[in-house]
């Protein structure tokens, strides 16, 4: 009798002792529900639903992923990939050396050599010409130009400083004297030596006071020709 007694009281101490693991033990249905809750991050992680629900009445965690993390590779991945262009923007030799030889004329121009064009290349700058020495001002030699003579004038222009004519038969003009003289011999007479030039010598026209006059007129106010000058 203290036997069966003994062994009935184990059997329910037993019982009460394992009674809270089966109470707190989800059913099939709640596991489900957690696992659909969270499906996209389960998926994303590989986690099927059959194995959530195992792991899950078995008690142990299932939870979806804590945000926090996956931030925080999304951090680290900005920044890898922030630093990507970085790594990848500089050019290799060959790449540099190909620019410049595209542009030979211009850079063998500005004196920019295909050693120096790489090396700035290489680095990110902007290669830029060497700065050309200031040679110093040099000192012209040559002669200054002529100043070209004043243009002649003509033999029926009177001279720029000539005054006007006021005696009888004295004209400003060789074709007003024509025009009295006729056939007659048209000469130019210097008012104040009283001496007549012909047509074609320096002095024809150019003295500084004189007049256009018939020949038979000037010999006839006292006028004489130019002993220098023959007649025409």
Same mark, same amino acid.
């Given at each position: ?16 002792? !394992? ?86 004329? $211009? ?22 010409? %060497?700065? %050309? !020495? ?16 004043? %243009?002649?004038?003509?033999?029926? /222009? %009177?001279?720029?400083?000539?005054? $006007?004519?006021?005696?009888?038969? /004295? ?5 007003? $004297? ?55």
């Amino acid at each position: 009798m203290r036997t069966i007694v003994a062994i009935g009281c184990a059997i329910v101490s037993a019982s009460l002792i !394992s009674f809270p693991a089966l109470a707190q033990q989800k059913t099939v249905k709640a596991c489900q529900e957690e696992w659909r809750a969270n499906k996209d991050a389960n998926q994303a992680k590989g986690i099927t639903e059959k194995a959530y629900v195992t792991q899950c009445r078995a008690g142990t965690s299932a939870a979806a992923p804590k945000v926090a993390p996956a931030a925080a590779s999304s951090s680290s991945d900005k920044k890898t990939t922030s630093a990507a262009p970085a790594a990848t923007a500089q050019k290799t030799v060959k790449a540099c050396q190909e620019e410049w030889r595209a542009n030979k004329d $211009a850079n063998q121009a500005k004196g920019i050599t295909e050693k120096a064009y790489v090396t700035q290349c290489r680095a990110g700058g902007i290669v830029a010409a %060497p700065t %050309p !020495s200031v040679a110093p001002p040099t000192r012209s030699t040559a002669a200054p130009a002529p100043v070209p003579p004043p %243009p002649a004038r003509t033999a029926s /222009q %009177p001279p720029a400083a000539a005054t $006007a004519p006021t005696g009888a038969n /004295q004209y400003t003009t060789e074709g007003q $004297a024509k025009g009295r003289c006729g056939s007659g011999t048209v000469v130019w007479a210097n008012l104040d030596s009283k001496i007549y030039h012909f047509t074609g010598y320096k002095d024809y026209g150019h003295t500084k006071t004189g007049a256009y006059m018939c020949e038979r007129d000037a010999t006839s106010q006292g006028m004489r020709a130019a002993k220098n000058e023959k007649h025409p």
